[in-house]
């Protein structure tokens, strides 16, 4: 049969728009379906099955279906084919046939093709595992024999040196040889850290621990790295009262080389660790370790390889370049994140960013609670220190001083008050907040409220208030009654504690100031052993002959006074306990000076006990976790 | 002098009892501070009757008494001592000790 030609046009044209195709090749497929249809050529059939072929997917096959089936229903509703109407028929069963069978054939193919693929890839993954397994096992292996061969090697050195025979060349030999065992070491360490991270077998053991002690430690160990070098070390941390959850271990890796890397390649000028809070929920708590140092620095290309292994930069330092690599590798498993900056010739920043979940629920620790302060005093002793602590330990703290706003906050509270309102003001207002007080014990919402009066002085008599200090409340107050099976939980913690045996240090000039500490102490911890020290010298006679876990100096004694006893203190052991200031005098400056001298914290007196009491469970709980 | 020490030994006594300390550990801390105070008060009445007050050393026993007056419950009397630390070079303040700790009028 022929088409006629305005009819070849129309297909032509119908060709060309669903297929987005140029008139010129729309054409072409007109005459090969002319053709085709007189029985003169297949090239229309090649034409698509190559067309289908090369496309490879379902979408076309539908389309070129869609399109016959067009042409035919337009070929088929003309009168002129009417006599040509099963011919039309069988070519297109016949086209619909091949364009089927065909789309299931590449189909089949297809999947065939990917299976293969797939089995391929699965293959050379095993193959490679399995090589890289067995090239871990035998670096692992190899390095831990080497490291077994290398501390019997630092060994032997030790004790010739020890023994002090060689002399002169010899002895300088020997240094080479140890320090040449050294580097080895270090490297070998490194590498089965390496290995032990890649194998995912780097054991991450998560406890509670106190950022701040943790810290501390890192600082203690670099004591030995800031020797002889001409470099100004600074530490600014948060105020961090809480234990998180972590690996405290991997954490001081982690911070301590980055500052040994600053150390190192800062010749002169400074090296500073911040430790910020950058956002803390119920749960948990943001921080952000920053190490910045005034060294050389890196150029853009060196900082885009840092992390990579075996990068070293500068050639006349000492390292393998694994450091980093490792950090960075540890860093992400503790799930933060480690990123820096650098600028030639001024020095680099690292910063660790990384959350943690905060110890809550803990027996002891108390749920979130309101409480609002009123006081129209002008100053009352530790009442800053107080706010602070209780808003570290989560509560939601609310302050006025203004009595008016005081009472029209009390006059609008609907839906719940605060737990506890606390009332520090002049003997005559007192009488009139007992008044306001009677009326608020009226409404529901302040059913569960307690009032609390503080400061009050010796001569006041109220009848409302539910609890009424003299002087300040004591921190107690704030805290709600365990349940019963809270209690029991706190009792064993308690016991625990109770039991840890504890040596500690206090050194005070005044006897009676002794003797009241350690009576506070013994009773709380009957377990612990307390020396006391009359004074500075005594202190460090003491000092020498006992390891103590915790040290209590009084700042101003005569002969050597607090931050004197503390600097000689630092030069017996290496290692110095938590070592805490005691002192009656507080001014800012005085936070200042006691941590710059190397001093744990600072205790006021009169002593608040639960404070001493927290510091105290701190060390009890280090001590238990070692 | 006398009704500073005996002033304090009864806060005291009553302040260590609050915490729960039996008698026996008591009694004999509130003597040793006694003692104590006895002889911080004694020291500054002396510094406080030389010819030239030195103010450095009059400072440094307010400021033992001030923490003993602290640890043994008389929270008043330290308040005031603090305070009076804070400007003690006038001859007001001289006076002022002398009447919070020595009864002189």
Known sequence: ??????????????????????????????????????????????TIKYSMYFQNNTKYSMDVLKCMLETFSFLLSKEEYTSDREELKAFFYLFFEMIFIQRCRYAKMAEERESIVHTILQRVSERLNQTLETQQLMISGISHDMRTSLNAIIGYITLIKEKNILKGEDRTFLDKAENASSVLKNLVTSILDITKIDAGQMEIKEKFFWIDQMILKCIDNLTIRLKNKNVVFKAEVDFFPKKVLGDAQRFIEIIMNLLSNAIKYTDHGFVHLKVRKIQESEESVEIRFEIEDSGMGMTAEELKNMFAPFSRFRTDREGVGLGLHIVHKLAQKLGGNLTAKSKVGEGSTFSFTVTLQKESNEPGKIEKRTICFFTDQKEIYGFDRKIHFLKEHGYKIITFNSPEKFITYLLTQKDKAP????????????????????????????????????????????????????????????????????????????????????????????????????????????????????????????????????????????????FEVLKKLKTIHGHLPPTYALTADIYKSTYDEVAQAGFSGLLEKPLQLDILFETIERVIDEKNNQ | MKKTISETEAIAYNYLKAFGFPEEQITPLVDQAKKDLQENLTRLETLLHEDKVSIDEVNSVLHALKGLLFNLGNHALAEKLNEIRSHPESEATLEEISRLLFDVE
Do not use: C, W
């Open chain 1, 1 to 46: 049969m022929k088409l006629h030609e305005k009819d070849k046009q129309q297909i032509i044209k119908n060709v060309a728009g669903r297929f987005n195709m140029k008139i010129a090749k729309a054409r072409m497929m007109g005459d090969y379906l002319e053709k085709a249809l007189l029985g003169e050529t297949d090239e229309l059939f090649y």
């Open chain 1, 419 to 562: 737990d506890i309102i606390s009332i520090a003001t002049s003997h005559n207002d007192y009488i009139k907040f007992d008044a306001l007080i009677n009326y608020l014990k009226t409404l529901e919402i302040f059913d569960k409220t307690t009032f609390v009066a503080e400061e009050t002085g010796q001569k006041v008599s109220l009848e409302h208030f539910d609890k009424i200090y003299h002087y300040f409340a004591p921190i107690s107050i704030y805290f709600k009654s365990p349940t019963v099976l809270e209690s029991k939980k706190i009792m064993e913690k308690t016991d625990i504690k109770k039991r840890t045996n504890l040596h500690i240090l206090a050194v005070d000039d005044m006897e009676t100031n002794l003797e009241i500490l350690k009576m506070f102490i013994a009773k709380k911890y009957p377990f612990t052993t307390i020396d006391l020290a009359s004074g500075g010298y005594e202190a460090i006679g003491m000092y020498k002959s006992k390891t103590y876990d915790i040290v209590f100096i009084d700042l101003k004694m005569p002969g050597l006074n607090g």
